[in-house]
């Protein structure tokens, strides 16, 4: 039986480079196949009422078995596998719609926090045996990261899935670090291939139907 991944990317940040590699590497692996799950790439608008929208029509619309969203975080310089998405919106600068949220929950009434589903040891496993640098991280920020992050979660627990749903943050390619003297930077085919390599451990732990019983109505 074929599963299905959902990627998501961003769109371009305000102030950033015309392009973001998390949207540009989402569109790229739309429609691939990882071991026995179709990607489903998708590119989410950097504003909260957007985004939310956003996820909701590709949720609804793809009924995924596990989802992956990915994001930038400046600074960084090694793929973060995020343990922990938390349930407030935070902004030190604005989304792109303008508007910057203080000590807002994400779903008043939801939970405090969600602990991510992705297999996140063999992710991290996986990634430094294929040289690619790889940390876990227990900050998804408060920003739209965490907010894609809670978001999938929240969205999985509320429809009883059991498939993994989780987040990983990824360095600034170079060419956006240029005017940012010192910041770290990871070119996008080290990003593509450690992305790869995590979805694969991603597939791995989609759950497969039992086998039917012999005799066993249907």
């Keep these: ?34 071991g026995k799950a179709h990607i489903h790439g998708a590119e989410i608008p950097v504003a909260v009422e957007d985004a939310g929208s956003a ?22 310089s090694r793929l973060s596998v995020e343990r922990v998405a938390v349930n407030v919106l ?5 989304d ?23 297999p996140v040891r063999p992710i991290l496993a996986a990634l430094r045996k294929a040289r690619i640098p790889a940390e876990l991280s227990d900050t998804a920020g408060t920003y739209l990261c965490n907010f894609a992050m809670f978001t999938l979660l929240d969205a999985f627990a509320a429809d009883g899935k059991k498939g993994p749903a989780g987040f990983i943050h990824i ?16 070119d996008y085919v080290t990003i593509r291939r450690g992305i790869l390599v995590a979805l694969q451990e991603i597939e791995k732990a989609i759950p497969r139907p039992r086998p039917r019983r012999s005799g066993a109505t249907p």
């Design 90 to 94: 935070d902004f030190s600068v604005p």
């Design 171 to 186: 360095p600034q390619v170079p060419e956006a670090s240029l005017d940012k003297s010192g910041q770290p930077s990871m």
């Design 1 to 34: 039986m074929v599963r299905s991944i959902l990627l998501t990317g961003y769109n371009p940040y305000r102030n950033a480079p015309d392009y973001n590699p998390t949207g540009v590497l989402a569109r790229e692996l739309d429609g691939r196949r990882i």
């Design 55 to 76: 996820f909701r029509r590709l949720l609804n619309r793809m009924n995924p078995d596990a989802a992956l969203a990915m994001g930038v975080a400046p600074g960084r």
């Design 96 to 118: 792109n719609r303008g508007r910057r949220y203080r000590d807002r929950p994400i779903r008043k009434g939801g939970p405090a926090a969600y602990f991510s589903t992705l």
